[in-house]
């Protein structure tokens, strides 16, 4: 496939501000999860796309690039949906394990307790 009517120096400070904001991003990326924020992945994933998208518009012209947001908004929001209910229904499982957990270890404490001030 041949490319027509290319600006290589367009496509180069494109593909360079691609890469710079890939290598930004991640770095945001990494110390957000330090700071131990979760469901963080479909929005990092939305952001990422939609920032690559907007930096090919100099390549690829508005119009293109508009109707591949359009294409990736229609497969991505069913995704996002999807995974925000399920990190919502893994953290809500963790709270009632957790709380069970705590419940249980003060029952056994004060089990423990009781059996010290009977004997």
Same mark, same amino acid.
């Given at each position: &496939? @041949?490319?027509?009517? +290319?600006? !290589?120096?367009?496509?180069?400070?494109?593909?360079?501000? $691609?890469?710079?904001?890939?290598?930004?991003?991640?770095?945001?990326?990494? !110390?957000?999860? =330090?700071?131990?924020?979760?469901?963080?992945? $479909? !929005?990092? +994933? +939305?952001?990422?796309?939609?920032?690559?998208?907007?930096? &090919?518009?100099?390549?690829?012209?508005?119009?293109?690039?508009?109707? &591949?947001?359009?294409?990736?908004?229609?497969?991505?929001?069913? &995704?996002?949906?999807?995974?925000?209910?399920?990190?919502?229904?893994?953290?809500?499982?963790?709270?009632?394990?957790? @709380? =069970?957990? $705590?419940?249980?270890?003060?029952?056994?404490?004060?089990?423990?307790?009781? @059996? =010290?001030?009977? @004997?």
């Amino acid at each position: &496939m @041949q490319f027509k009517d +290319v600006v !290589w120096t367009t496509l180069g400070w494109s593909l360079g501000a $691609a890469l710079a904001f890939g290598i930004l991003y991640s770095a945001l990326v990494r !110390w957000v999860s =330090k700071r131990g924020l979760e469901g963080q992945t $479909a !929005w990092s +994933v +939305v952001i990422g796309v939609s920032f690559t998208l907007l930096t &090919m518009i100099p390549v690829f012209g508005i119009e293109r690039v508009v109707l &591949m947001f359009c294409f990736f908004a229609a497969s991505g929001t069913p &995704m996002v949906v999807e995974y925000l209910l399920r990190v919502q229904d893994e953290m809500q499982k963790d709270r009632k394990n957790a @709380q =069970k957990l $705590a419940k249980d270890f003060l029952n056994d404490a004060e089990s423990a307790n009781r @059996q =010290k001030h009977l @004997q």
